[in-house]
């Protein structure tokens, strides 16, 4: 009973301290977000593993040309004796060759001298290791890029709700003194139903904006390796980041195609193409090895008594030298398929190039025009809390309908919406063209 009362305490302290585990919390700058995702992202993970894998296939490849020592050990047993016919006298008898039983048991020490393939495989390891790395690299690049947007559209969920909550109040407000306006016999009851009907919609629209915080929420957390129950913390501001992100400086130095991931990942794949070419030429040339075995054998007429046998030892050294004489085209053939991948690979470096550069002009137009509408947007704000002002007071004064009273707040409530995604275009936009440029701030 003691034994069954520890074992359930035991599991108890197990769930308590994992429902613990599940429930810490985190404080993330967007640095320190993005940080943390290049290093536990899933992705990220696995692509660090792919270039670990690319480290041992280039050392397997390298231990081709090392020496290599091999044991063999064999058993032949003649259920029926080979044997020759010979005349003895002018009389034929057979002659047994070997006997029933043999083993022989070996070390092979063997070295390739020269073979052209060989020397093509270590460049192509070397290069697939720089494909390896690109990947890695490209895969970094996204997971900064995905981040940053999922980083952004948590705090554009928080402030929204911050200003539909901070509306929901001064509607609420003008309601309860829109409804003691009726009361005393001043408005109709119409505005009333007006300011309810916008009520109910800016209490749709916080619920909705509720619910996308969360999935905005969980989707930073993926993208950053955390668990989902987990609780993240934002500490840096829509604002501050926005004013961060408008810096043109970005753009002075214009742009470098070969910098950019894309174009390293055509490169290494032109070089590749060209290593598959070096390859079939390479099977033209002869190949050199060598060999040394040294081993001990015996035979005996029955297995039992194979052990009592003396063993018998030998050695010797052997060279052997290939050469392709004719392969009815084979191997021309394979060449001009080789050539032809290896001129399609530099068309398609080329195409590559191009885009990239109208992949910048468009990012760039893109962060410049961001900027602008960010100005624009915050300029529109301001009117439009200016003229939602005016309208409150007019309608409370009886110099406006209630119609165009709700117009203006829902005028207000569209541009402060239109500003605050104008801010994470800014941001967006910027990360774009940071990765395409391969630039950080």
Do not use: C
């Not at 081993?295 to 052997?318: C, E, H, L, P």
Request: no cysteine; proline share 1%; glycine share 4%.
């Amino acid at each position: 009973m003691k034994k069954i009362f520890i074992l359930i305490s035991f599991i108890f302290f197990l769930q308590v301290n994992g429902q613990e585990a599940k429930q810490n919390n985190y404080s993330y700058s967007l640095t320190q977000a993005i940080d943390h995702a290049l290093q536990y992202n899933y992705s990220a993970i696995n692509a660090g593993k792919d270039i670990e894998a690319a480290k041992k296939k280039k050392w397997e490849t390298t231990t081709i040309g090392l020496p290599q020592i091999n044991g063999n050990v064999s058993y032949l047993n003649n259920m029926k004796m080979q044997k020759n016919i010979i005349t003895v006298g002018g009389e034929s008898m057979p002659l047994f060759i070997g006997d029933y039983n043999s083993m022989d048991s070996k070390l092979t020490l063997s070295q390739l001298i020269f073979d052209g393939s060989y020397l093509v495989g270590l460049e192509s390891a070397k290069t697939y290791l720089k494909i390896s790395e690109n990947a890695k690299q490209k895969t970094n690049q996204e997971i900064k890029e995905l981040t940053i947007n999922a980083y952004g559209n948590v705090l554009l969920a928080e402030e929204s709700i911050l200003i539909i909550e901070k509306n929901k109040t001064v509607l609420e407000k003008n309601l309860n003194d829109t409804k003691q306006i009726f009361k005393n016999g001043f408005i109709e009851e119409e505005s009333i139903e007006q300011l309810q009907i916008t009520l109910a919609s800016v209490n749709s629209t916080l619920s909705y904006a509720k619910r996308m915080k969360s999935i905005a929420s969980n989707m930073l957390k993926l993208l950053m390796g955390v668990d989902l129950e987990s609780e993240v913390v934002l500490t840096d501001k829509l604002d501050d980041l926005t004013s961060k992100n408008i810096d043109l400086t970005i753009l002075s130095d214009g742009f470098n195609v070969e910098n950019n991931i894309d174009y390293q990942i055509g490169k290494n794949m032109e070089e590749s193409k060209r290593l598959l070419l070096k390859l079939e030429k390479s099977k033209a040339l002869p190949s050199l090895g060598a060999e040394v075995n040294f081993g001990y054998n015996t035979i005996a007429s029955r297995f039992g008594t194979m052990f009592d046998q003396k063993w018998n030892n030998y050695s010797n050294v052997g060279v052997g030298l290939n050469v392709p004489i004719f392969s009815s085209f084979g191997r021309s053939a394979r060449t001009q398929q080789a050539k032809i991948a290896l001129e399609q690979s530099t068309t398609e470096l080329t195409e590559t190039s191009q885009k990239l550069k109208l992949q910048f002009e468009k990012s760039k137009s893109d962060f410049e025009y961001s900027i602008e509408q960010y100005a624009t947007a915050k300029n529109n704000l301001s009117l439009a809390e200016r003229i939602e002002k005016k309208q409150q007071i007019k309608f409370k004064e009886g110099l406006s309908t209630s119609f165009e009273f709700t117009e203006a707040q829902r005028q207000l409530y569209s541009t402060q919406q239109s500003y605050l995604q104008s801010m994470i275009d800014v941001i967006n936009k910027r990360a774009a063209l940071e990765k395409i440029t391969n630039k950080s701030n």
